[in-house]
């Protein structure tokens, strides 16, 4: 009986940006061809592939909160049908977090079967968050929902396309349920046809190396990405950290929400566990499992190898706890549209309990590690239709012991692109008046924090309404090696007029008539080693790019231009 050789470490790599090749052409129809300002310009999307027993093979590098919507998905999809019931031509949509393997209502997955030798041997899946999906306000997350009743359509693993024919009457019945109709029937249909591509490419390398080659050489793959995962365990030694960070409230104010993740390391084997996370949320902050699994998967990566490749592999030495109703493990139906929060501070509890035993070279400070969030919504400029638009905006990434932290970036689960302010101001009734760096939002340190940004946005039309959901207004994130916390976040209506007025970090339908403005500040992050340490041209190349402020370079270095700063390296 012939044995099977061990893999060619080459052919493996080719064989491995063959699938990423395919998963990034998917990831370029999706983005190319949408219609909403979300997906084409935000690229508010990701999409992977999966073989017939639903393991991840392939993942293009989008969102990777977005992992616990496609992987959920499709696994919601096998139990529902069972592959000899698929059809070719078929192809599955869903949603919901309790039903259907998803995240939250607005992330919408297409699987599509992709069948080679009239046998289902692959599963294309994207997810595109939605800027509507109805429900009781525009966006369709609201930090005040108390149920997923309230966060637009609910969508079980349906048959949205059978043998070819897509069902018209399902899919307008859909688009129908949301604040605009013909941008979701276009991009549910851009989904579906951007699977079929992803099928194409998988059926013709099927066709050029053989499916047999195909089957070994993915096998070959994931247990290289398991061996070297669990090598990179194994290397790290026993160990054990705890670190808690915390949300403001969980929607309804009250006391901050702590989450506490435990990292384990016995031998290969890795236990993150969410014990002293704080209980289910009264508002939209509970986080579904998958998110939770999602979150947890690239932290580790992150942490451990940044280069390891994503795909089932990756999962096999990683096992994760959290106590059910609690906000990391909740009980239907809690409402979860405002899990990307949470996500962010679970990413950020797992990065900071590992940097609990790693060597001082792999630590970084906490970034902001927040999900700011703000919706406009009121008429369109044509058509007659409502628009939505949503945006996430960025803030500082945690400094490290040889460099400062990024400015203005988005951090950990999150990877999306801002809306060019050309863009936004020609599809919206709105005007962006300041797009820029918070000046002393970076925690002060021998190596700085990251900025947080500040958005600024008027509205053009009377009929406009607004939400904006910051966290971070209470706690600013921790330095490390005594770096100083970063800034917080903040909210201020009408920002450099006389009616200037502060406004709570979380505010949901506020009418912002023509002429008014609404502005975010999003955290910086923190910094890394004491101040004091800090090089004098580090501090003055901060003032001159208005980085920090004179007070601050005096209150945090000592620094000015007449006075020398305290005990900082020459």
Known sequence: MPTHTAPDPIAMEVFSNRLLSIVEEMGHTLIRSSFSTNIKERKDCSVAMFDAAGRLIAQASHVPLHLGSLAGGVRAVLARYPLEAMRPGDAFIGNDAYLAGGTHAPDIGIVTPVFVEGRVRFLAANCGHHSDVGGSVPGSTSHTARSVFEEGIRLPVLRIRRAGEIDTDLLEMIAHNTRDFEERLLDLKVQIATNDRGAALMAELAARIGMAAVERAVDDLLAYTARRLRRRIAETGDNRGSFTTWLDDDGYGGDPVPVRATVTIRGERLTVDFTGSGPEARGSFNMPRNALEASVYYAVKAMLDPELMPNQGMFEAIAITAPEGTITNPRFPAAVGSRANTAQRVAGAVVGAFCRFLPPERRVASGNDVMSTIVFSGPARR???????IETVGGGAGAQPDADGTDGTHVHVTNTSNLPAEALEREYPLLVEEYALVPDSGGAGEFRGGMGIARQIRSLDDRVVCHARLDGARRGPEGLARGRPGGLSRVVLDHGRPEEAAAPPKIVNHA????????????????????ERRRPE???RDLADGRITPAAALSDYGFSDAVPPRGVRS
Do not use: N
């Open 383 to 389: 058509g007659g239709r409502r628009f939505v638009y």
């Open 512 to 531: 912002l008539a023509a002429g008014r403005s609404l502005r975010i500040e999003t955290p910086g992050a923190g910094g890394y080693g004491p101040p």
């Open 538 to 540: 580090g501090i003055a």
